[in-house]
């Protein structure tokens, strides 16, 4: 009984983050009510609350799966230290899940949610690294990398027409992986 329980609530789970997803593109995230979600995935306003507290638990885990993704493709990259494959990953995956990004990054909300997913991105690639930061200034870089890199994107989501995928990878490479890279072979001291 309890497999198709699990079952039934990973299917529920995932038509609620598919249905966050699809509304987050066609309207701004503060305009979005929990009825709407629960209405779009198929399942009861009751059940909502079932599997998330509130819109913003459903929103941080739609986030933190992307986040997970986004890493699980770009970190074999970053540990091959082909800083431009990675930067082209980057941009490749966003314009992937373009409509998700912009309406994260680039809508409304995109300063709280910006920030939600700085956490987030901070606690899994900890996790991912298999260790926490040794001392501030690994701390530091760490943050540095991340919040640069969610800054250039957000930039880049806002002028797409300008800028395009080729060109904000060599941004990326050029303004955050390269200088990073040679931050952590010189570590400052008394740090």
């Not at 609620?16 to 699809?22: F, G, I």
């Not at 593109?25 to 079932?50: K, N, Q, S």
């Not at 998330?52 to 540990?79: G, M, N, T």
């Not at 701390?139 to 060109?167: K, M």
């Amino acid at each position: 009984m309890s497999t198709v329980s699990d079952a039934r609530v990973v299917r529920t789970r995932d038509a609620l983050r598919e249905a966050m997803t699809e509304l987050a593109t066609e309207h701004p995230l503060d305009a979005i009510t929990v009825r709407a979600i629960a209405a779009r995935a198929g399942v009861g306003y009751a059940t909502f609350f079932r599997h998330y507290p509130d819109k913003d638990a459903l929103l941080a885990d739609v986030a933190d799966r992307l986040i997970r993704e986004f890493l699980q493709r770009v970190a074999p990259l970053l540990q091959e230290r082909d800083r431009a494959a990675a930067a082209r990953s980057m941009c490749d995956f966003v314009m992937e899940h373009l409509a998700i990004y912009q309406a994260l990054l680039a809508g409304g909300s995109g300063e709280t949610v910006r920030a939600e997913m700085l956490r987030q991105t901070m606690i899994t690639l900890t996790a991912a690294r298999g260790r926490a930061p040794e001392g501030p200034f690994d701390e530091l870089v760490l943050f540095h990398l991340v919040s640069s890199i969610l800054n250039l994107l957000t930039w880049w989501l806002r002028n797409l027409g300008r800028v395009d995928a080729a060109t904000m990878a060599e941004l990326i490479e050029r303004t955050v992986l390269t200088p990073i890279s040679t931050l952590r072979t010189q570590p400052l001291t008394g740090l």
